[in-house]
């Protein structure tokens, strides 16, 4: 492709340039969905980018396993990350047909293969000419002395060449933190939170260490009552705070189509002690559930590990959260997100033999019934996938870093309904709507006597704005965080969605380019503009039932929903207000509404037209 041919080129440039350290209008650090988005929405800007990347490739999560994308109301999050979406359903459609398997496996472009996540986010990049830069394998170490600084901006970034050895400076008016781990923001000296907080921090469901069965994770099951709280909490919740950190684990690319499957490998230094409990797990179908039958009682490797379907016969396999033992691997993730690479590779390591361990355990360990591991012999890796790292994931579900202080703090009470049937509470500076729910893994592996892993819960949310305050730090000038956002463990729990990541990506781009432009402070960029922008390139702000971005209307309504004139979840732009509504418009705008307007839109686009 041109863009791998320019990413050659650029290296063979940086070899033989001369000392002074390259400088660009934005330097975006992490090759992530949430980079990605952020380096092109600041080249569409007009803005030279450079885009670092620790490994051999970009893409994150969505080109290392995760192809089942995690947003609960399809709709709640547009712009760059509807263009990948779409891109996605394309490809397979003009590569296999309207009337494919293969199209109506991809459920629109919301469920892909690895391989193909990676050239949707290449093809994107591709489309932005000279004005993005790629480096492969460039690694940020978070560490002062790699970041230059002049009293409260960035002026340069050091950089490890991981084929060179050698480190390489570059500077920029902007820089961008698109890592997992908030890396480059805690190297800038940005304040950061790790863990979990107790739940009388912020009043948050599910705050500190917790108990709950799997199948009343969102409010089904009896009711109990713990340390004065009610709720779904089982003996030994404490709702206390600490330094635990979710589990993290490979999403990995299964199939059972033998002529496109590689066999599991026993690895090196495999451990049988590790697994062996998962043998009267399966003779008892004992789990994390309310009761002791698995749903549709799954059969072999559905026990193992959760598998959504792909396209052309692969799985997003993912942990299965009603076993005691899958592909998390709790508690040994604990220092990540500080971490130095050395660490983390070696845990990296020890992740991947422990899951090819797991997985050659339920395919081979005679305790177990012959039938469950005839069906979980059945699958193996796919053979098409990440040929350069033995069909393995390159990369691990790092679902929570560093979460860095910004402006704002998101907690789980921005992401909950005020009331049955309404929105949570509207952010004016909102940068981009989302809708999962709060979702977190174990923290601790299993505990003798408890039928539960403590940590594990999924909480019901409704669409919900973000303000831009989420990736602002206070005082750093020219530096924003999309990915490592500000928030509590519960907060972000729900915000570390790769979907919303991009959206949050994309907003920083257009701030970066802003920024630049105006020569301000990110603290002070006027969000208006930034809003303004992202409606321009059908970014969402606000969740609309009724009022999609292909709408004419679509900007008036959510600039409007924005300042409080809808509140509702549908704009009915169609209706007659009602004289409550009347007296709202009338009072919020502080004008006179003419007398022949008859409809809400003709109201609401009357005072738009005025604001």
Excluded at 123 to 151: K, W, Y
Excluded at 228 to 235: L, R, V
Aim: with cysteine.
């Amino acid at each position: 492709m041109k863009l791998l041919a320019r990413i050659s080129a650029a290296l063979c440039l940086l070899c033989t340039a001369a000392t002074a350290a390259p400088r660009y209008d934005v330097v975006v650090v992490g090759g992530t969905p949430g980079g990605i988005t952020a380096a092109i929405s600041a080249a569409r800007e007009g803005m030279n980018v450079l885009l670092l990347e620790r490994t051999s490739h970009i893409g994150g999560l969505p080109a290392n396993g995760l192809g089942a994308t995690d947003i609960t109301t399809r709709g709640a999050t547009a712009g760059l990350f509807l263009e990948f979406v779409g891109r996605n359903r394309q490809y397979y459609e003009q590569t296999y047909g309207p009337a494919s398997r293969q199209l109506a496996d991809c459920s629109d472009g919301y469920h892909f293969e690895p391989s193909v996540a990676e050239k949707t986010f290449l093809a994107m990049l591709e489309e932005c000419g000279d004005r993005v830069t790629i480096l492969l394998e460039r690694q940020f170490d978070s560490d002062p002395a790699n970041v230059t600084m002049d009293g409260g901006k960035v002026l340069s970034v050091k950089i490890l060449n991981r084929q060179t050895g050698n480190t390489e400076e570059y500077e920029a008016r902007v820089f961008i933190d698109a890592t997992y781990e908030g890396d480059l923001a805690a190297a800038a000296n940005i304040p950061y939170r790790i863990g979990r907080e107790g739940r009388a921090e912020y009043g948050e469901p599910c705050a500190g260490r917790i108990y709950r069965h799997w199948g009343v994770q969102f409010g089904r099951g009896e009711k109990s009552s713990y340390n004065g709280f009610e709720g779904y909490e089982s003996e030994g919740t404490t709702y206390l705070g600490d330094n635990a950190v979710q589990a993290y684990n490979y999403r990995l690319c299964l199939t059972s189509d033998k002529s496109a499957r590689v066999p599991i490998r026993k690895p090196a230094n495999y451990n049988r002690e590790e697994y062996a409990s998962m043998v009267e797990d399966v003779l008892q179908c004992r789990n994390t559930g309310v009761t002791p039958d698995w749903p549709g009682d799954p059969k072999g490797i559905a026990r193992v590990t959760n598998m959504v379907k792909l396209p052309n016969g692969k799985t997003d396999a993912n942990n299965q959260h009603m076993a005691f033992i899958s592909t998390d691997l709790p508690e040994e993730n604990w220092p990540w997100p500080t971490a130095t690479w050395e660490w983390r590779d070696n845990f990296a390591r020890r992740l991947r033999d422990y899951t090819l361990g797991l997985l050659w355990f339920a395919q081979h360990d005679k305790a177990l019934p012959a039938s469950f591991r005839k069906e979980c012999l059945r699958w193996g890796l796919s053979a098409d996938e990440y040929a350069d790292n033995d069909h393995f994931p390159r990369q691990v579900y790092v679902r929570e870093g560093r979460r860095m202080k910004g402006t704002y703090f998101f907690t789980a009470n921005d992401a909950i309904a005020v009331a049955p049937g309404q929105r949570p509470p509207i952010h004016r500076e909102s940068i981009t709507s989302s809708h999962y729910a709060l979702d977190s893994h174990a923290c601790h592996k299993r505990e003798e006597g408890r039928v539960h892993l403590d940590g594990f819960f999924g909480y019901e949310s409704v669409p919900y704005t973000i303000p831009f305050g989420v990736m602002v730090p206070e005082k750093v000038e020219n530096l924003l965080f999309p990915v490592p956002v500000s928030g509590s463990h519960v907060g972000f729990s729900t915000m570390r969605m790769e979907p919303c990541w991009m959206a949050l990506g994309q907003a920083a781009g257009i701030a970066a380019a802003q920024a630049v432009r105006s020569a301000l402070p990110v603290q002070e960029l006027p969000v208006s503009a930034i809003q303004d922008e992202l409606l321009k390139v059908g970014a969402s702000l606000i969740y609309f039932k009724d009022v999609t971005p292909s709408s004419p209307d679509f900007a008036m309504v959510q600039k409007m929903a924005l300042a409080g004139y809808i509140p509702e979840w549908e704009a009915r732009l169609g209706d007659a207000p009602t004289a409550a509504e009347l007296e709202t418009f009338r009072s919020l705008s502080g004008m006179e509404i003419p007398s022949g307007l008859a409809t809400r839109k003709e109201i609401l686009q009357f005072i738009y037209d005025r604001l």
